[in-house]
């Protein structure tokens, strides 16, 4: 690692549905351990739990206030008959909770990771209407309409790159990833969304690797297997595996 980097340590937060909360979890611990990301890089369910994060505000609370909105309650959500269903409440609660109303604005500095459906690329947006650029990086495909921002339709990044470390990797001397996206074997696939949900994630899988690999210090709670990306009810199960496999991490890095 060398010391001329812009920033001491950048986070990689990636997409994971309800298992989002695992995210708050590992930031907890990392910051009771003095450990204080001073750049963040997040997809879909990452890029909500980064904005928040970005914006000065600590773990626990942003938990408290995910899980009190239920916005990772994606199980609550049936596919409907006219259209797909929309994020304006994810985009009123940002409106409600971050003042600043461009991402360039934030107290971190922020990447979020969107497919442009258009051109058919990711971009990697650090400036932008913060609402829906965070909304656009979060909109799962099939189950959400796609967000409109200058002329072209987005839908979540993780489409292309559901672990975006590229736009911080040559800025930090270390980068800390957290995947919450492990795949396991399943048999529970009952009803249209619950297959939606599986071929996303099958999907965006199987492009991270070689990004994982170039992580410094790689977090990826096992345990998350076995959990529903659609389901937040166990949002405090959720947030305690994010914990524990971070502290695990720190402790036999002797950090």
């Not at 001491?8 to 994971?16: A, C, N, P, Q, R």
């Not at 000065?56 to 916005?71: Q, T, V």
């Not at 409907?80 to 609660?93: N, R, S, T």
Request: proline share 5%.
């Amino acid at each position: 690692m060398t010391k001329d980097k812009q920033y001491k340590i950048g986070i990689v937060l990636s997409g994971g549905g309800a298992r989002g909360f695992a995210h708050l979890g590992a930031l907890q611990a990392l910051h009771e351990h003095k450990i204080y990301p001073q750049i963040i890089s997040g997809v879909s369910a990452g890029a909500i739990v980064g904005a928040f994060y970005a914006n000065g505000m600590a773990p626990e609370d942003i938990f408290d206030l995910l899980k009190s909105k239920g916005i990772f309650n994606y199980s609550s959500l049936a596919l409907p008959l006219k259209g797909l269903l929309g994020l304006e409440g994810l985009i009123q609660e940002l409106q409600s909770h971050i003042e600043c109303k461009d991402a360039s604005e934030l107290t971190k500095p922020a990447f979020f990771a969107t497919t442009n459906l258009n051109k058919g690329i990711v971009e990697y947006k650090n400036s932008g209407p913060l609402p829906q650029v965070v909304a656009a990086s979060s909109c799962i495909p099939i189950l959400f309409k796609p967000i409109e921002m200058d002329g072209c339709l987005y839908i979540d990044g993780g489409t292309y790159d559901n672990f975006p470390i590229k736009p911080i990797r040559s800025l930090c001397e270390t980068v800390i990833g957290i995947n919450i996206s492990p795949i396991h074997v399943t048999q529970e696939l009952d009803g249209m969304l619950q297959i939606a949900a599986r071929v996303f994630q099958l999907s965006v899988n199987s492009t991270i690797q070689s990004s994982l690999s170039d992580c410094d210090i790689m977090i990826e709670p096992k345990k998350l297997s076995t959990f529903s990306i659609l389901d937040s009810s166990v949002a405090d199960q959720l947030y305690e595996i994010g914990y524990d496999a971070t502290i695990e991490k720190l402790e036999e890095l002797d950090l």
